[in-house]
């Protein structure tokens, strides 16, 4: 069963602080991604990553940064949080093989950034 | 980019009734179209999912339809039950063979009334 963690459940930070969100697959798959969830507009896309060390922008890449250095784990970073930053983050992951597109998602972080 | 719409934002049936969600999108080069449900509090998990080659599947209560000419793709939940009662996400993707880009739609919160 494909398992797919997130380090935190809820985070409270403060304007300013730099964040770290970490997301560990423990299915050995290679393409990872980091999506934000707010109400009537869905999941975008924030940044994913087809390999280690590479990333790519997705939709909404501003404010944040990724980070790959292992296969298993997909950091965001927000370097100076701010309030429309408060959101739900998910992360989600699937494997490079050629007609398996299921992205298992990750239980999600609700940051909220006073 | 791709854009995907979807509606209605909400949507709610008595048990037993017939329930369609509709997405349309933007990119012609779109071929794969997964429908992601998600429960209160739970991340989305994958319920079913179409690609450009077939016009239809089903799985038992679920169904998908796609039209490609007209860009638009639905979900057909029939003899609904309260567990189904969920936010669903639609969603498009140009698959590249290194991995899908996803597109999500705005979401669609159905409840199942008794």
């Known amino acids: 069963d494909v398992k797919v963690t997130q380090s935190s459940r809820y985070l409270v930070k403060r304007t300013g602080e730099k964040v770290f969100l970490e997301c560990v697959q423990d299915?050995?798959?290679?393409?990872m991604f980091w999506y934000r969830q707010d109400p009537g507009l869905g999941l975008r896309l924030i940044y994913f990553?087809?390999?280690?060390?590479?990333?790519e922008k997705g939709d909404i890449p501003e404010g944040y940064s990724v980070s790959r250095e292992k296969k298993e784990r997909f950091s965001l970073i927000l370097e100076s949080a701010s309030t429309n930053q408060t959101s739900m983050y998910l992360c989600?992951?699937?494997?490079?093989?050629?007609?398996?597109?299921?992205?298992?998602f990750g239980p999600g972080t609700r940051l909220t950034v006073l | 980019g791709e854009n995907v719409e979807q509606h209605p934002s909400t949507l709610s049936v008595q048990e037993g009734d017939s329930a369609v969600i509709k997405c349309t999108y933007s990119?012609?080069?779109?071929?794969?179209f997964p429908w992601y449900k998600q429960e209160l509090g739970k991340r989305p998990q994958l319920i079913i999912d179409?690609?450009?080659?077939?016009g239809e599947k089903k799985d038992q209560r679920i169904a998908v339809t796609l039209n490609k000419t007209a860009k638009h793709f639905s979900l057909h939940i029939t003899e609904t039950q309260p567990e189904d009662s969920a936010v669903y996400f639609c969603?498009?993707?140009?698959?590249?063979?290194?991995?899908?880009?996803?597109?999500f739609g705005t979401g669609t919160q159905l409840k199942v009334e008794l």
């Open positions: 989600a992951s699937n494997p490079l093989t050629t007609g398996t597109d299921t992205q298992y």
């Open positions: 299915m050995d798959h290679e393409n």
């Open positions: 990553s087809y390999d280690v060390k590479m990333k």
């Open positions: 990119d012609s080069a779109s071929n794969y």
């Open positions: 179409i690609r450009s080659n077939v």
């Open positions: 969603a498009a993707s140009p698959f590249t063979g290194g991995g899908n880009k996803l597109t």
